[in-house]
């Protein structure tokens, strides 16, 4: 009997001990980060870009500690395969296709490494029908892990490059991904209590299983759009119309007149407030009989014809600009 009490001695110590270490590796209470997309672009037919962000928004205990100190970083960024075109680009680890920009990480991320398989960026591919890009963080330990206070911080703008041009028209639909189907990667995070080295604590989409610490800002159902190779569609109601006013013979060998545009937008350009104009290009025509025999040049831009003075109100110039025009013909000896 001393040996049964013994033995069940043992076994009470090693359940309490168990329980202590499940206890100790309890996440932070009130642990909330969020993944998200923002200002996603097409800066080539070739290129796509966007910010990925982390949203801090502790509450509870982990509010109260100043935060939660990060060991790694982890996400993938699903998207609709349609847009790739054919393209192939590299899908090894770190292979190129999807990187971070230079310089356009948040400093408070400087302590975290990114250096490892699939830390400086991948694309995977097709995964369970969608499109993934996704970086795995390594984890530093605990004496190197960072905290991070409530806020908003960028962890980097990415660039996804193809190998030939988007399809047209295409939509991207960028999600950041929340479905472990097709063993695509998920967001999470390893975290430290702030002001320990030691344990650490996992925080993922379901964990912990009665408050998760991570969510994501855009999802299959809900996703951040980005049409890519947009093909121009003419504003409708735009309407120009150049005319002359104004004309003059201040000299025996001069004639000048005004060039004016009338501007009169309707429908969709009216309620735009208007369309912008890059540049302006317009004729005239004349009797030649006025000659008279002269022989101004005809050189480009070769002084017989020239802008005779700038517009009072040049402000006005986006939607009237008025030009005062000079030829001047060359008399015959």
């Excluded at 040996?3 to 996440?27: D, E, I, R, T």
């Excluded at 189907?181 to 209590?193: E, L």
């Amino acid at each position: 009997m001393k040996n049964n009490h013994y033995s069940y001695g043992k076994k009470l110590l090693l359940l309490c001990f168990l329980m202590l270490s499940y206890a100790g590796f309890a996440q932070v209470a009130g642990t909330s980060f969020t993944y998200t997309l923002a200002n996603p672009s097409n800066p080539s037919p070739t290129t796509l870009e966007f910010d990925i962000n982390l949203v801090v928004n502790h509450t509870g205990t982990a509010l109260a500690d100043g935060g939660v100190k990060v060991a790694n970083l982890q996400y993938g960024v699903n998207f609709n395969p349609n847009i790739m075109n054919g393209g192939t680009p590299s899908t090894a680890a770190n292979g190129g296709s999807f990187v971070l920009i230079a310089n356009t990480r948040d400093a408070i991320f400087d302590g975290l490494n990114f250096t490892g398989a699939n830390g400086v960026g991948s694309y995977r591919g097709t995964v369970n029908n969608f499109g993934q890009l996704r970086v795995i963080g390594t984890a530093v330990n605990g004496a190197s892990s960072v905290l991070i206070p409530n806020g908003t911080y960028r962890i980097g703008r990415y660039r996804f490059t193809n190998t030939v041009a988007w399809t047209a028209n295409s939509d991207a639909q960028f999600w950041i991904n929340n479905s472990a189907a097709g063993a695509s990667t998920t967001p999470g995070i390893i975290g430290y209590k702030n002001g320990t080295t030691t344990p650490n604590y996992p925080y993922g989409l379901t964990s912990p299983a009665a408050n998760p610490g991570v969510s994501v800002g855009y999802t299959e159902a809900s996703p951040l759009s980005l049409v890519l190779n947009a093909t121009e569609v003419p504003v409708s109601g735009v309407q120009f119309m150049y005319t002359l006013a104004n004309p003059s013979n201040p000299t025996p060998t001069t004639l000048e007149f005004d060039i004016n545009l009338v501007v009169n937008h309707t429908g969709t350009a009216l309620a735009d407030g208007g369309i912008k104009i890059a540049s302006l290009q317009y004729g005239v025509n004349f009797n030649p009989a006025i000659m008279n025999g002269g022989t101004p040049s005809t050189a480009a831009n070769g002084g017989s014809f020239v802008l005779a003075r700038v517009p009072v109100m040049p402000f006005l110039m986006d939607w009237i600009f008025p030009e005062l025009m000079e030829v001047v013909p060359t008399e015959e000896p």
